[in-house]
């Protein structure tokens, strides 16, 4: 799905497996079809091309279809049959810090997404705490992207704007362009009292305890640097 990658293609001497999202007429090897979030149960998708199957990837987040599938092209490469397809994708744990679910100690849910950011996975985040049942608020604590030079400014309005798309309840952004979050959800119709931007890690997380409660989902992101995971930790317990 990525034009850049699929350019690729053409200076390979190998043999090449073709995947993504869709059919694309019928250059694929292997596409998702019938795509079914499941929250933060996971994500069920119809297999389709030279092998169809049914498959859950017990990770959340619709965009770990497209990695499932490309484990499926390199596992089909390499000889794996199709009957290990499923049982293999059901195995998988993910990493730490990488779409890890935790339980608050006041009964919040938490999505731990602190491994990393870009403006790509803070996107991807936020449609999964959109799409995820949810009896109390949606929250983001969103972290600063670092690396990103002269677009870092942009980059974090857009996911200001996106978390408000999201319908995010409660958004607390942290670190030195938190304010430039907050002005994007601000022009994406958020109301500016539920937009918390702070410079200091130790307010972020007082925050973060004041104002979650029971039934509300969490998602914690940030770039490396940020450390974020310190607001999971408190969140898990609550403040210890």
């Not at 043999?15 to 994500?43: M, T």
């Not at 907050?182 to 305890?209: C, D, F, M, W, Y």
Request: with cysteine; aromatic share 4%.
């Amino acid at each position: 799905d990525d034009p850049n990658v699929a350019a690729m293609a053409a200076h390979t001497a190998g043999k090449i497996i073709y995947f993504g999202l869709d059919k694309d007429g019928s250059r694929r090897d292997f596409w998702a079809e019938n795509v079914q979030p499941l929250g933060l149960g996971g994500v069920k998708f119809s297999l389709r091309g030279a092998v169809n199957a049914e498959l859950l990837v017990p990770i959340p987040g619709r965009h770990n279809v497209i990695n499932a599938l490309a484990a499926i092209s390199i596992a089909w490469g390499l000889g794996v049959t199709a009957d290990q397809f499923a049982p293999g994708l059901l195995a998988y744990a993910g990493a730490p810090h990488r779409m890890v679910m935790q339980h608050g100690a006041g009964g919040q849910q938490v999505i731990d997404d602190t491994y990393n950011a870009n403006p790509a996975s803070m996107r991807a985040v936020l449609r999964l705490l959109a799409e995820t049942p949810c009896t109390g608020k949606r929250v983001a604590i969103l972290g600063d992207m670092l690396e990103l030079g002269s677009r870092a400014a942009e980059a974090h309005r857009e996911v200001g704007a996106a978390a408000a798309a999201a319908g995010v309840q409660l958004l607390i952004s942290y670190g030195p362009l938190s304010g430039y979050v907050a002005e994007g959800a601000r022009s994406g119709g958020l109301e500016p009292s539920v937009i918390h931007a702070l410079q200091n890690k130790e307010l972020a997380i007082t925050k973060a305890l004041e104002l979650t409660g029971s039934g509300d989902v969490v998602v914690i992101k940030g770039s490396r640097g940020m450390v974020m995971e310190e607001i999971v930790e408190a969140l898990i317990h609550n403040g210890r």
